[in-house]
């Protein structure tokens, strides 16, 4: 790690209370002679190169206090970390509005003079940042779960994660290296909790964003399964997030465990194969030797997997054995001491590793929408940029005939 420097930006990892068995989590502290929010103009080459440094070792940093960043700073710090990211949100150039496109739920705003930057939150503002009328949703695990927690939960301050997922439609684009999020507004609220399989609880601020590591994931992992996952590429469902819009999800948000749900074809968006998603299971990451196992499992569809030995291809393609198989090798990570749930400070921001971890929101704010309406302290608005790289997530362990356009070959 980098000693403290005056004149230089640098970095420590979150307390060892905080980050546990994560690996997740650094602060970022900007040079003292410069401003005190962020200004990439102002930065040398060397103090870029400490926070690809601190973000490749830590997936997740967070830069205190930065209230009035401008918004074009966040996809101009998108590319530090990744140069050929497209000027384009990876959810497209408009906000996500088609109901056939479960992501249509949020109502995700953009900003006018940056549309890369994406607005999400809870409750209605009026005249922001040119946008006369602006109503965000957070969402919470009782829309998508199978079975939710019940009412008493509930009212007792308990919540889930929604859905654990990366930032990426799995189709027409690739995901992006990093997401870059920014606290505007952090809603007043009594913390809430989390119950884990093992009877332990954890508590976490109300909206938390939780993250946790495909390296943690990796190694948690027999050593059957690691040779397994080295050796697969995941094919995802066409148009993924519409294809799964009507189903439900298990308790900890990482798969869909029945199925019969699913849209059918003639119901989706136009759609080719040459355009849906297939990465490695294992991906190399920048900036670190590890192997990261970066699966969404809500939204597998395929798996084809290599023989080292002779090169046989075993296509696994049956859908729910495909959900099972992931499963398996993901749900213990699901344990109080693997998960980082950021706790949001008004000026928080955050970039994390959008191609290391994986991340869910939290939360159950909906019960304050009433008391939000009257009370300006109960909102939460937040930016988030999140751009189409322009390179494929590249394969942990490579051989011939690995795919490593980001897309099925047809």
């Given at each position: 790690?980098?000693?403290?420097?005056?004149?230089?930006?640098?970095?420590?990892?979150?307390?060892?209370?905080?980050?546990?068995?994560?690996?997740?989590?650094?602060?970022?502290?900007?040079?003292?002679?410069?401003?005190?929010?962020?200004?990439?103009?102002?930065?040398?080459?060397?103090?870029?190169?400490?926070?690809?440094?601190?973000?490749?070792?830590?997936?997740?940093?967070?830069?205190?206090?930065?209230?009035?960043?401008?918004?074009?700073?966040?996809?101009?710090?998108?590319?530090?970390?990744?140069?050929?990211?497209?000027?384009?949100?990876?959810?497209?150039?408009?906000?996500?509005?088609?109901?056939?496109?479960?992501?249509?739920?949020?109502?995700?705003?953009?900003?006018?003079?940056?549309?890369?930057?994406?607005?999400i939150?809870?409750?209605?503002?009026?005249?922001?940042?040119?946008?006369?009328?602006?109503?965000?949703?957070?969402?919470?695990?009782?829309?998508?779960?199978?079975?939710?927690?019940?009412?008493?939960?509930?009212?007792?301050?308990?919540?889930?994660?929604?859905?654990?997922?990366?930032?990426?439609?799995?189709?027409?684009?690739?995901?992006?290296?990093?997401?870059?999020?920014?606290?505007?507004?952090?809603?007043?609220?009594?913390?809430?909790?989390?119950?884990?399989?093992?009877?332990?609880?954890?508590?976490?601020?109300?909206?938390?964003?939780?993250?946790?590591?495909?390296?943690?994931?990796?190694?948690?992992?027999?050593?059957?399964?690691?040779?397994?996952?080295?050796?697969?590429?995941?094919?995802?469902?066409?148009?993924?997030?519409e294809?799964i819009?009507?189903?439900?999800?298990?308790?900890?948000?990482?798969?869909i465990?029945?199925?019969?749900?699913?849209?059918?074809?003639?119901?989706?968006?136009e759609?080719?194969?040459?355009?849906?998603?297939?990465?490695?299971?294992?991906?190399?990451?920048?900036?670190?030797?590890?192997?990261?196992?970066?699966?969404?499992?809500?939204?597998?569809?395929?798996?084809?997997?290599?023989?080292?030995?002779?090169?046989?291809?075993?296509?696994?393609?049956?859908?729910?054995r495909?959900?099972?198989?992931?499963?398996?090798?993901?749900?213990?990570?699901?344990?109080?001491?693997?998960?980082?749930a950021?706790?949001?400070?008004?000026?928080?921001?955050?970039?994390?590793?959008?191609?290391?971890?994986?991340?869910?929101?939290?939360?159950?704010?909906?019960?304050?929408?009433?008391?939000?309406?009257?009370?300006?302290?109960?909102?939460?608005?937040?930016w988030?940029?999140?751009?189409?790289?322009?390179?494929?997530?590249?394969?942990?362990r490579t051989?011939?005939?690995?795919n490593?356009?980001?897309?099925?070959?047809?």
């Amino acid at each position: 790690m980098p000693s403290r420097n005056e004149s230089g930006l640098w970095f420590e990892p979150l307390p060892a209370d905080i980050r546990r068995e994560s690996s997740i989590g650094a602060e970022v502290h900007l040079p003292a002679s410069g401003p005190p929010v962020l200004d990439l103009a102002s930065l040398t080459e060397a103090d870029k190169d400490t926070l690809r440094q601190a973000l490749f070792e830590n997936q997740v940093i967070v830069l205190r206090n930065q209230t009035g960043i401008d918004p074009t700073t966040l996809p101009a710090l998108t590319r530090i970390f990744d140069p050929t990211a497209s000027d384009i949100h990876s959810a497209g150039e408009k906000a996500v509005s088609d109901p056939r496109n479960i992501l249509s739920a949020y109502k995700a705003g953009r900003l006018p003079c940056a549309p890369q930057v994406g607005i999400i939150g809870s409750g209605k503002f009026r005249s922001y940042k040119g946008i006369p009328e602006l109503e965000v949703v957070h969402l919470d695990h009782t829309t998508f779960h199978e079975e939710p927690l019940p009412a008493e939960k509930l009212a007792a301050g308990y919540t889930r994660p929604y859905r654990w997922h990366m930032d990426t439609p799995f189709y027409e684009r690739l995901p992006g290296e990093v997401t870059v999020l920014h606290a505007v507004q952090v809603p007043e609220l009594p913390d809430q909790k989390l119950s884990f399989p093992d009877g332990s609880e954890e508590e976490i601020a109300a909206g938390a964003t939780a993250f946790f590591s495909g390296a943690r994931a990796f190694e948690l992992l027999t050593p059957e399964q690691q040779e397994f996952a080295l050796n697969t590429t995941v094919t995802y469902a066409p148009q993924a997030y519409e294809y799964i819009r009507h189903c439900k999800a298990t308790e900890d948000g990482m798969t869909i465990p029945t199925m019969g749900r699913e849209t059918k074809a003639e119901d989706m968006s136009e759609w080719q194969w040459d355009k849906v998603a297939e990465h490695p299971m294992v991906w190399r990451n920048p900036g670190s030797d590890r192997p990261f196992l970066q699966v969404h499992g809500c939204c597998v569809y395929k798996l084809t997997t290599r023989d080292p030995a002779t090169g046989t291809l075993t296509v696994m393609n049956d859908v729910e054995r495909v959900r099972a198989t992931v499963y398996a090798m993901q749900r213990r990570i699901w344990q109080a001491g693997h998960i980082y749930a950021h706790r949001w400070q008004e000026g928080d921001l955050v970039v994390f590793h959008n191609r290391g971890v994986m991340h869910s929101i939290t939360g159950q704010l909906a019960q304050y929408q009433k008391e939000a309406q009257a009370d300006d302290s109960k909102k939460r608005l937040m930016w988030q940029c999140t751009m189409t790289s322009g390179t494929a997530p590249k394969a942990f362990r490579t051989y011939g005939g690995v795919n490593e356009t980001g897309f099925v070959r047809v």
